[in-house]
Nanobody, 123 residues
Framework: QVQLVESGGGLVQAGGSLRLSCAASGRTVSRYAKGWFRQAPGKQREFVAAVSWSGDMTNYADSVKGRFAISRENAKNTFYLQMNSLKPEDTAVYYC????????????????WGKGTQVTVSS
């Protein structure tokens, strides 16, 4: 069984930056595609970013392109979401997830999930 734990969330002013981390334990996750999703109050969970298991492909939601970057550090069994130029509409609980089956935007195809970390961007 794989456990994922997010960290790095918090309160930041608009225009600021945060780096979220997702630490995996229980199994090496280097062969998994990795993704980040978010859910704002009253809204459905939405795709943010993903990286293929090999690291040679990334995918981003249009709303975060050019501002967010996903990366991974296999030696630490950890992956990251660097978030720059944050906007109030980025406020949400951010979840990390991994998948053996897909490199895509469908949350249903991800196999393991963290419990989330709150990101709040003030205007």
């Amino acid at each position: 069984q794989v456990q994922l734990v997010e960290s790095g969330g918090g309160l930041v002013q608009a225009g600021g930056s945060l780096r979220l981390s997702c630490a995996a334990s229980g199994r090496t996750v280097s062969r998994y595609a990795k993704g980040w999703f978010r859910q704002a109050p009253g809204k459905q969970r939405e795709f943010v970013a993903a990286v293929s298991w090999s690291g040679d492909m990334t995918n981003y939601a249009d709303s975060v392109k050019g501002r967010f970057a996903i990366s991974r550090e296999n030696a630490k069994n950890t992956f990251y979401l660097q978030m720059n130029s944050l906007k109030p509409e980025d406020t949400a609980v951010y979840y990390c997830a991994i998948s053996l089956r897909t490199f895509g935007t469908n949350a249903g195809a991800f196999d393991y999930w963290g419990k989330g970390t709150q990101v709040t961007v003030s205007s």
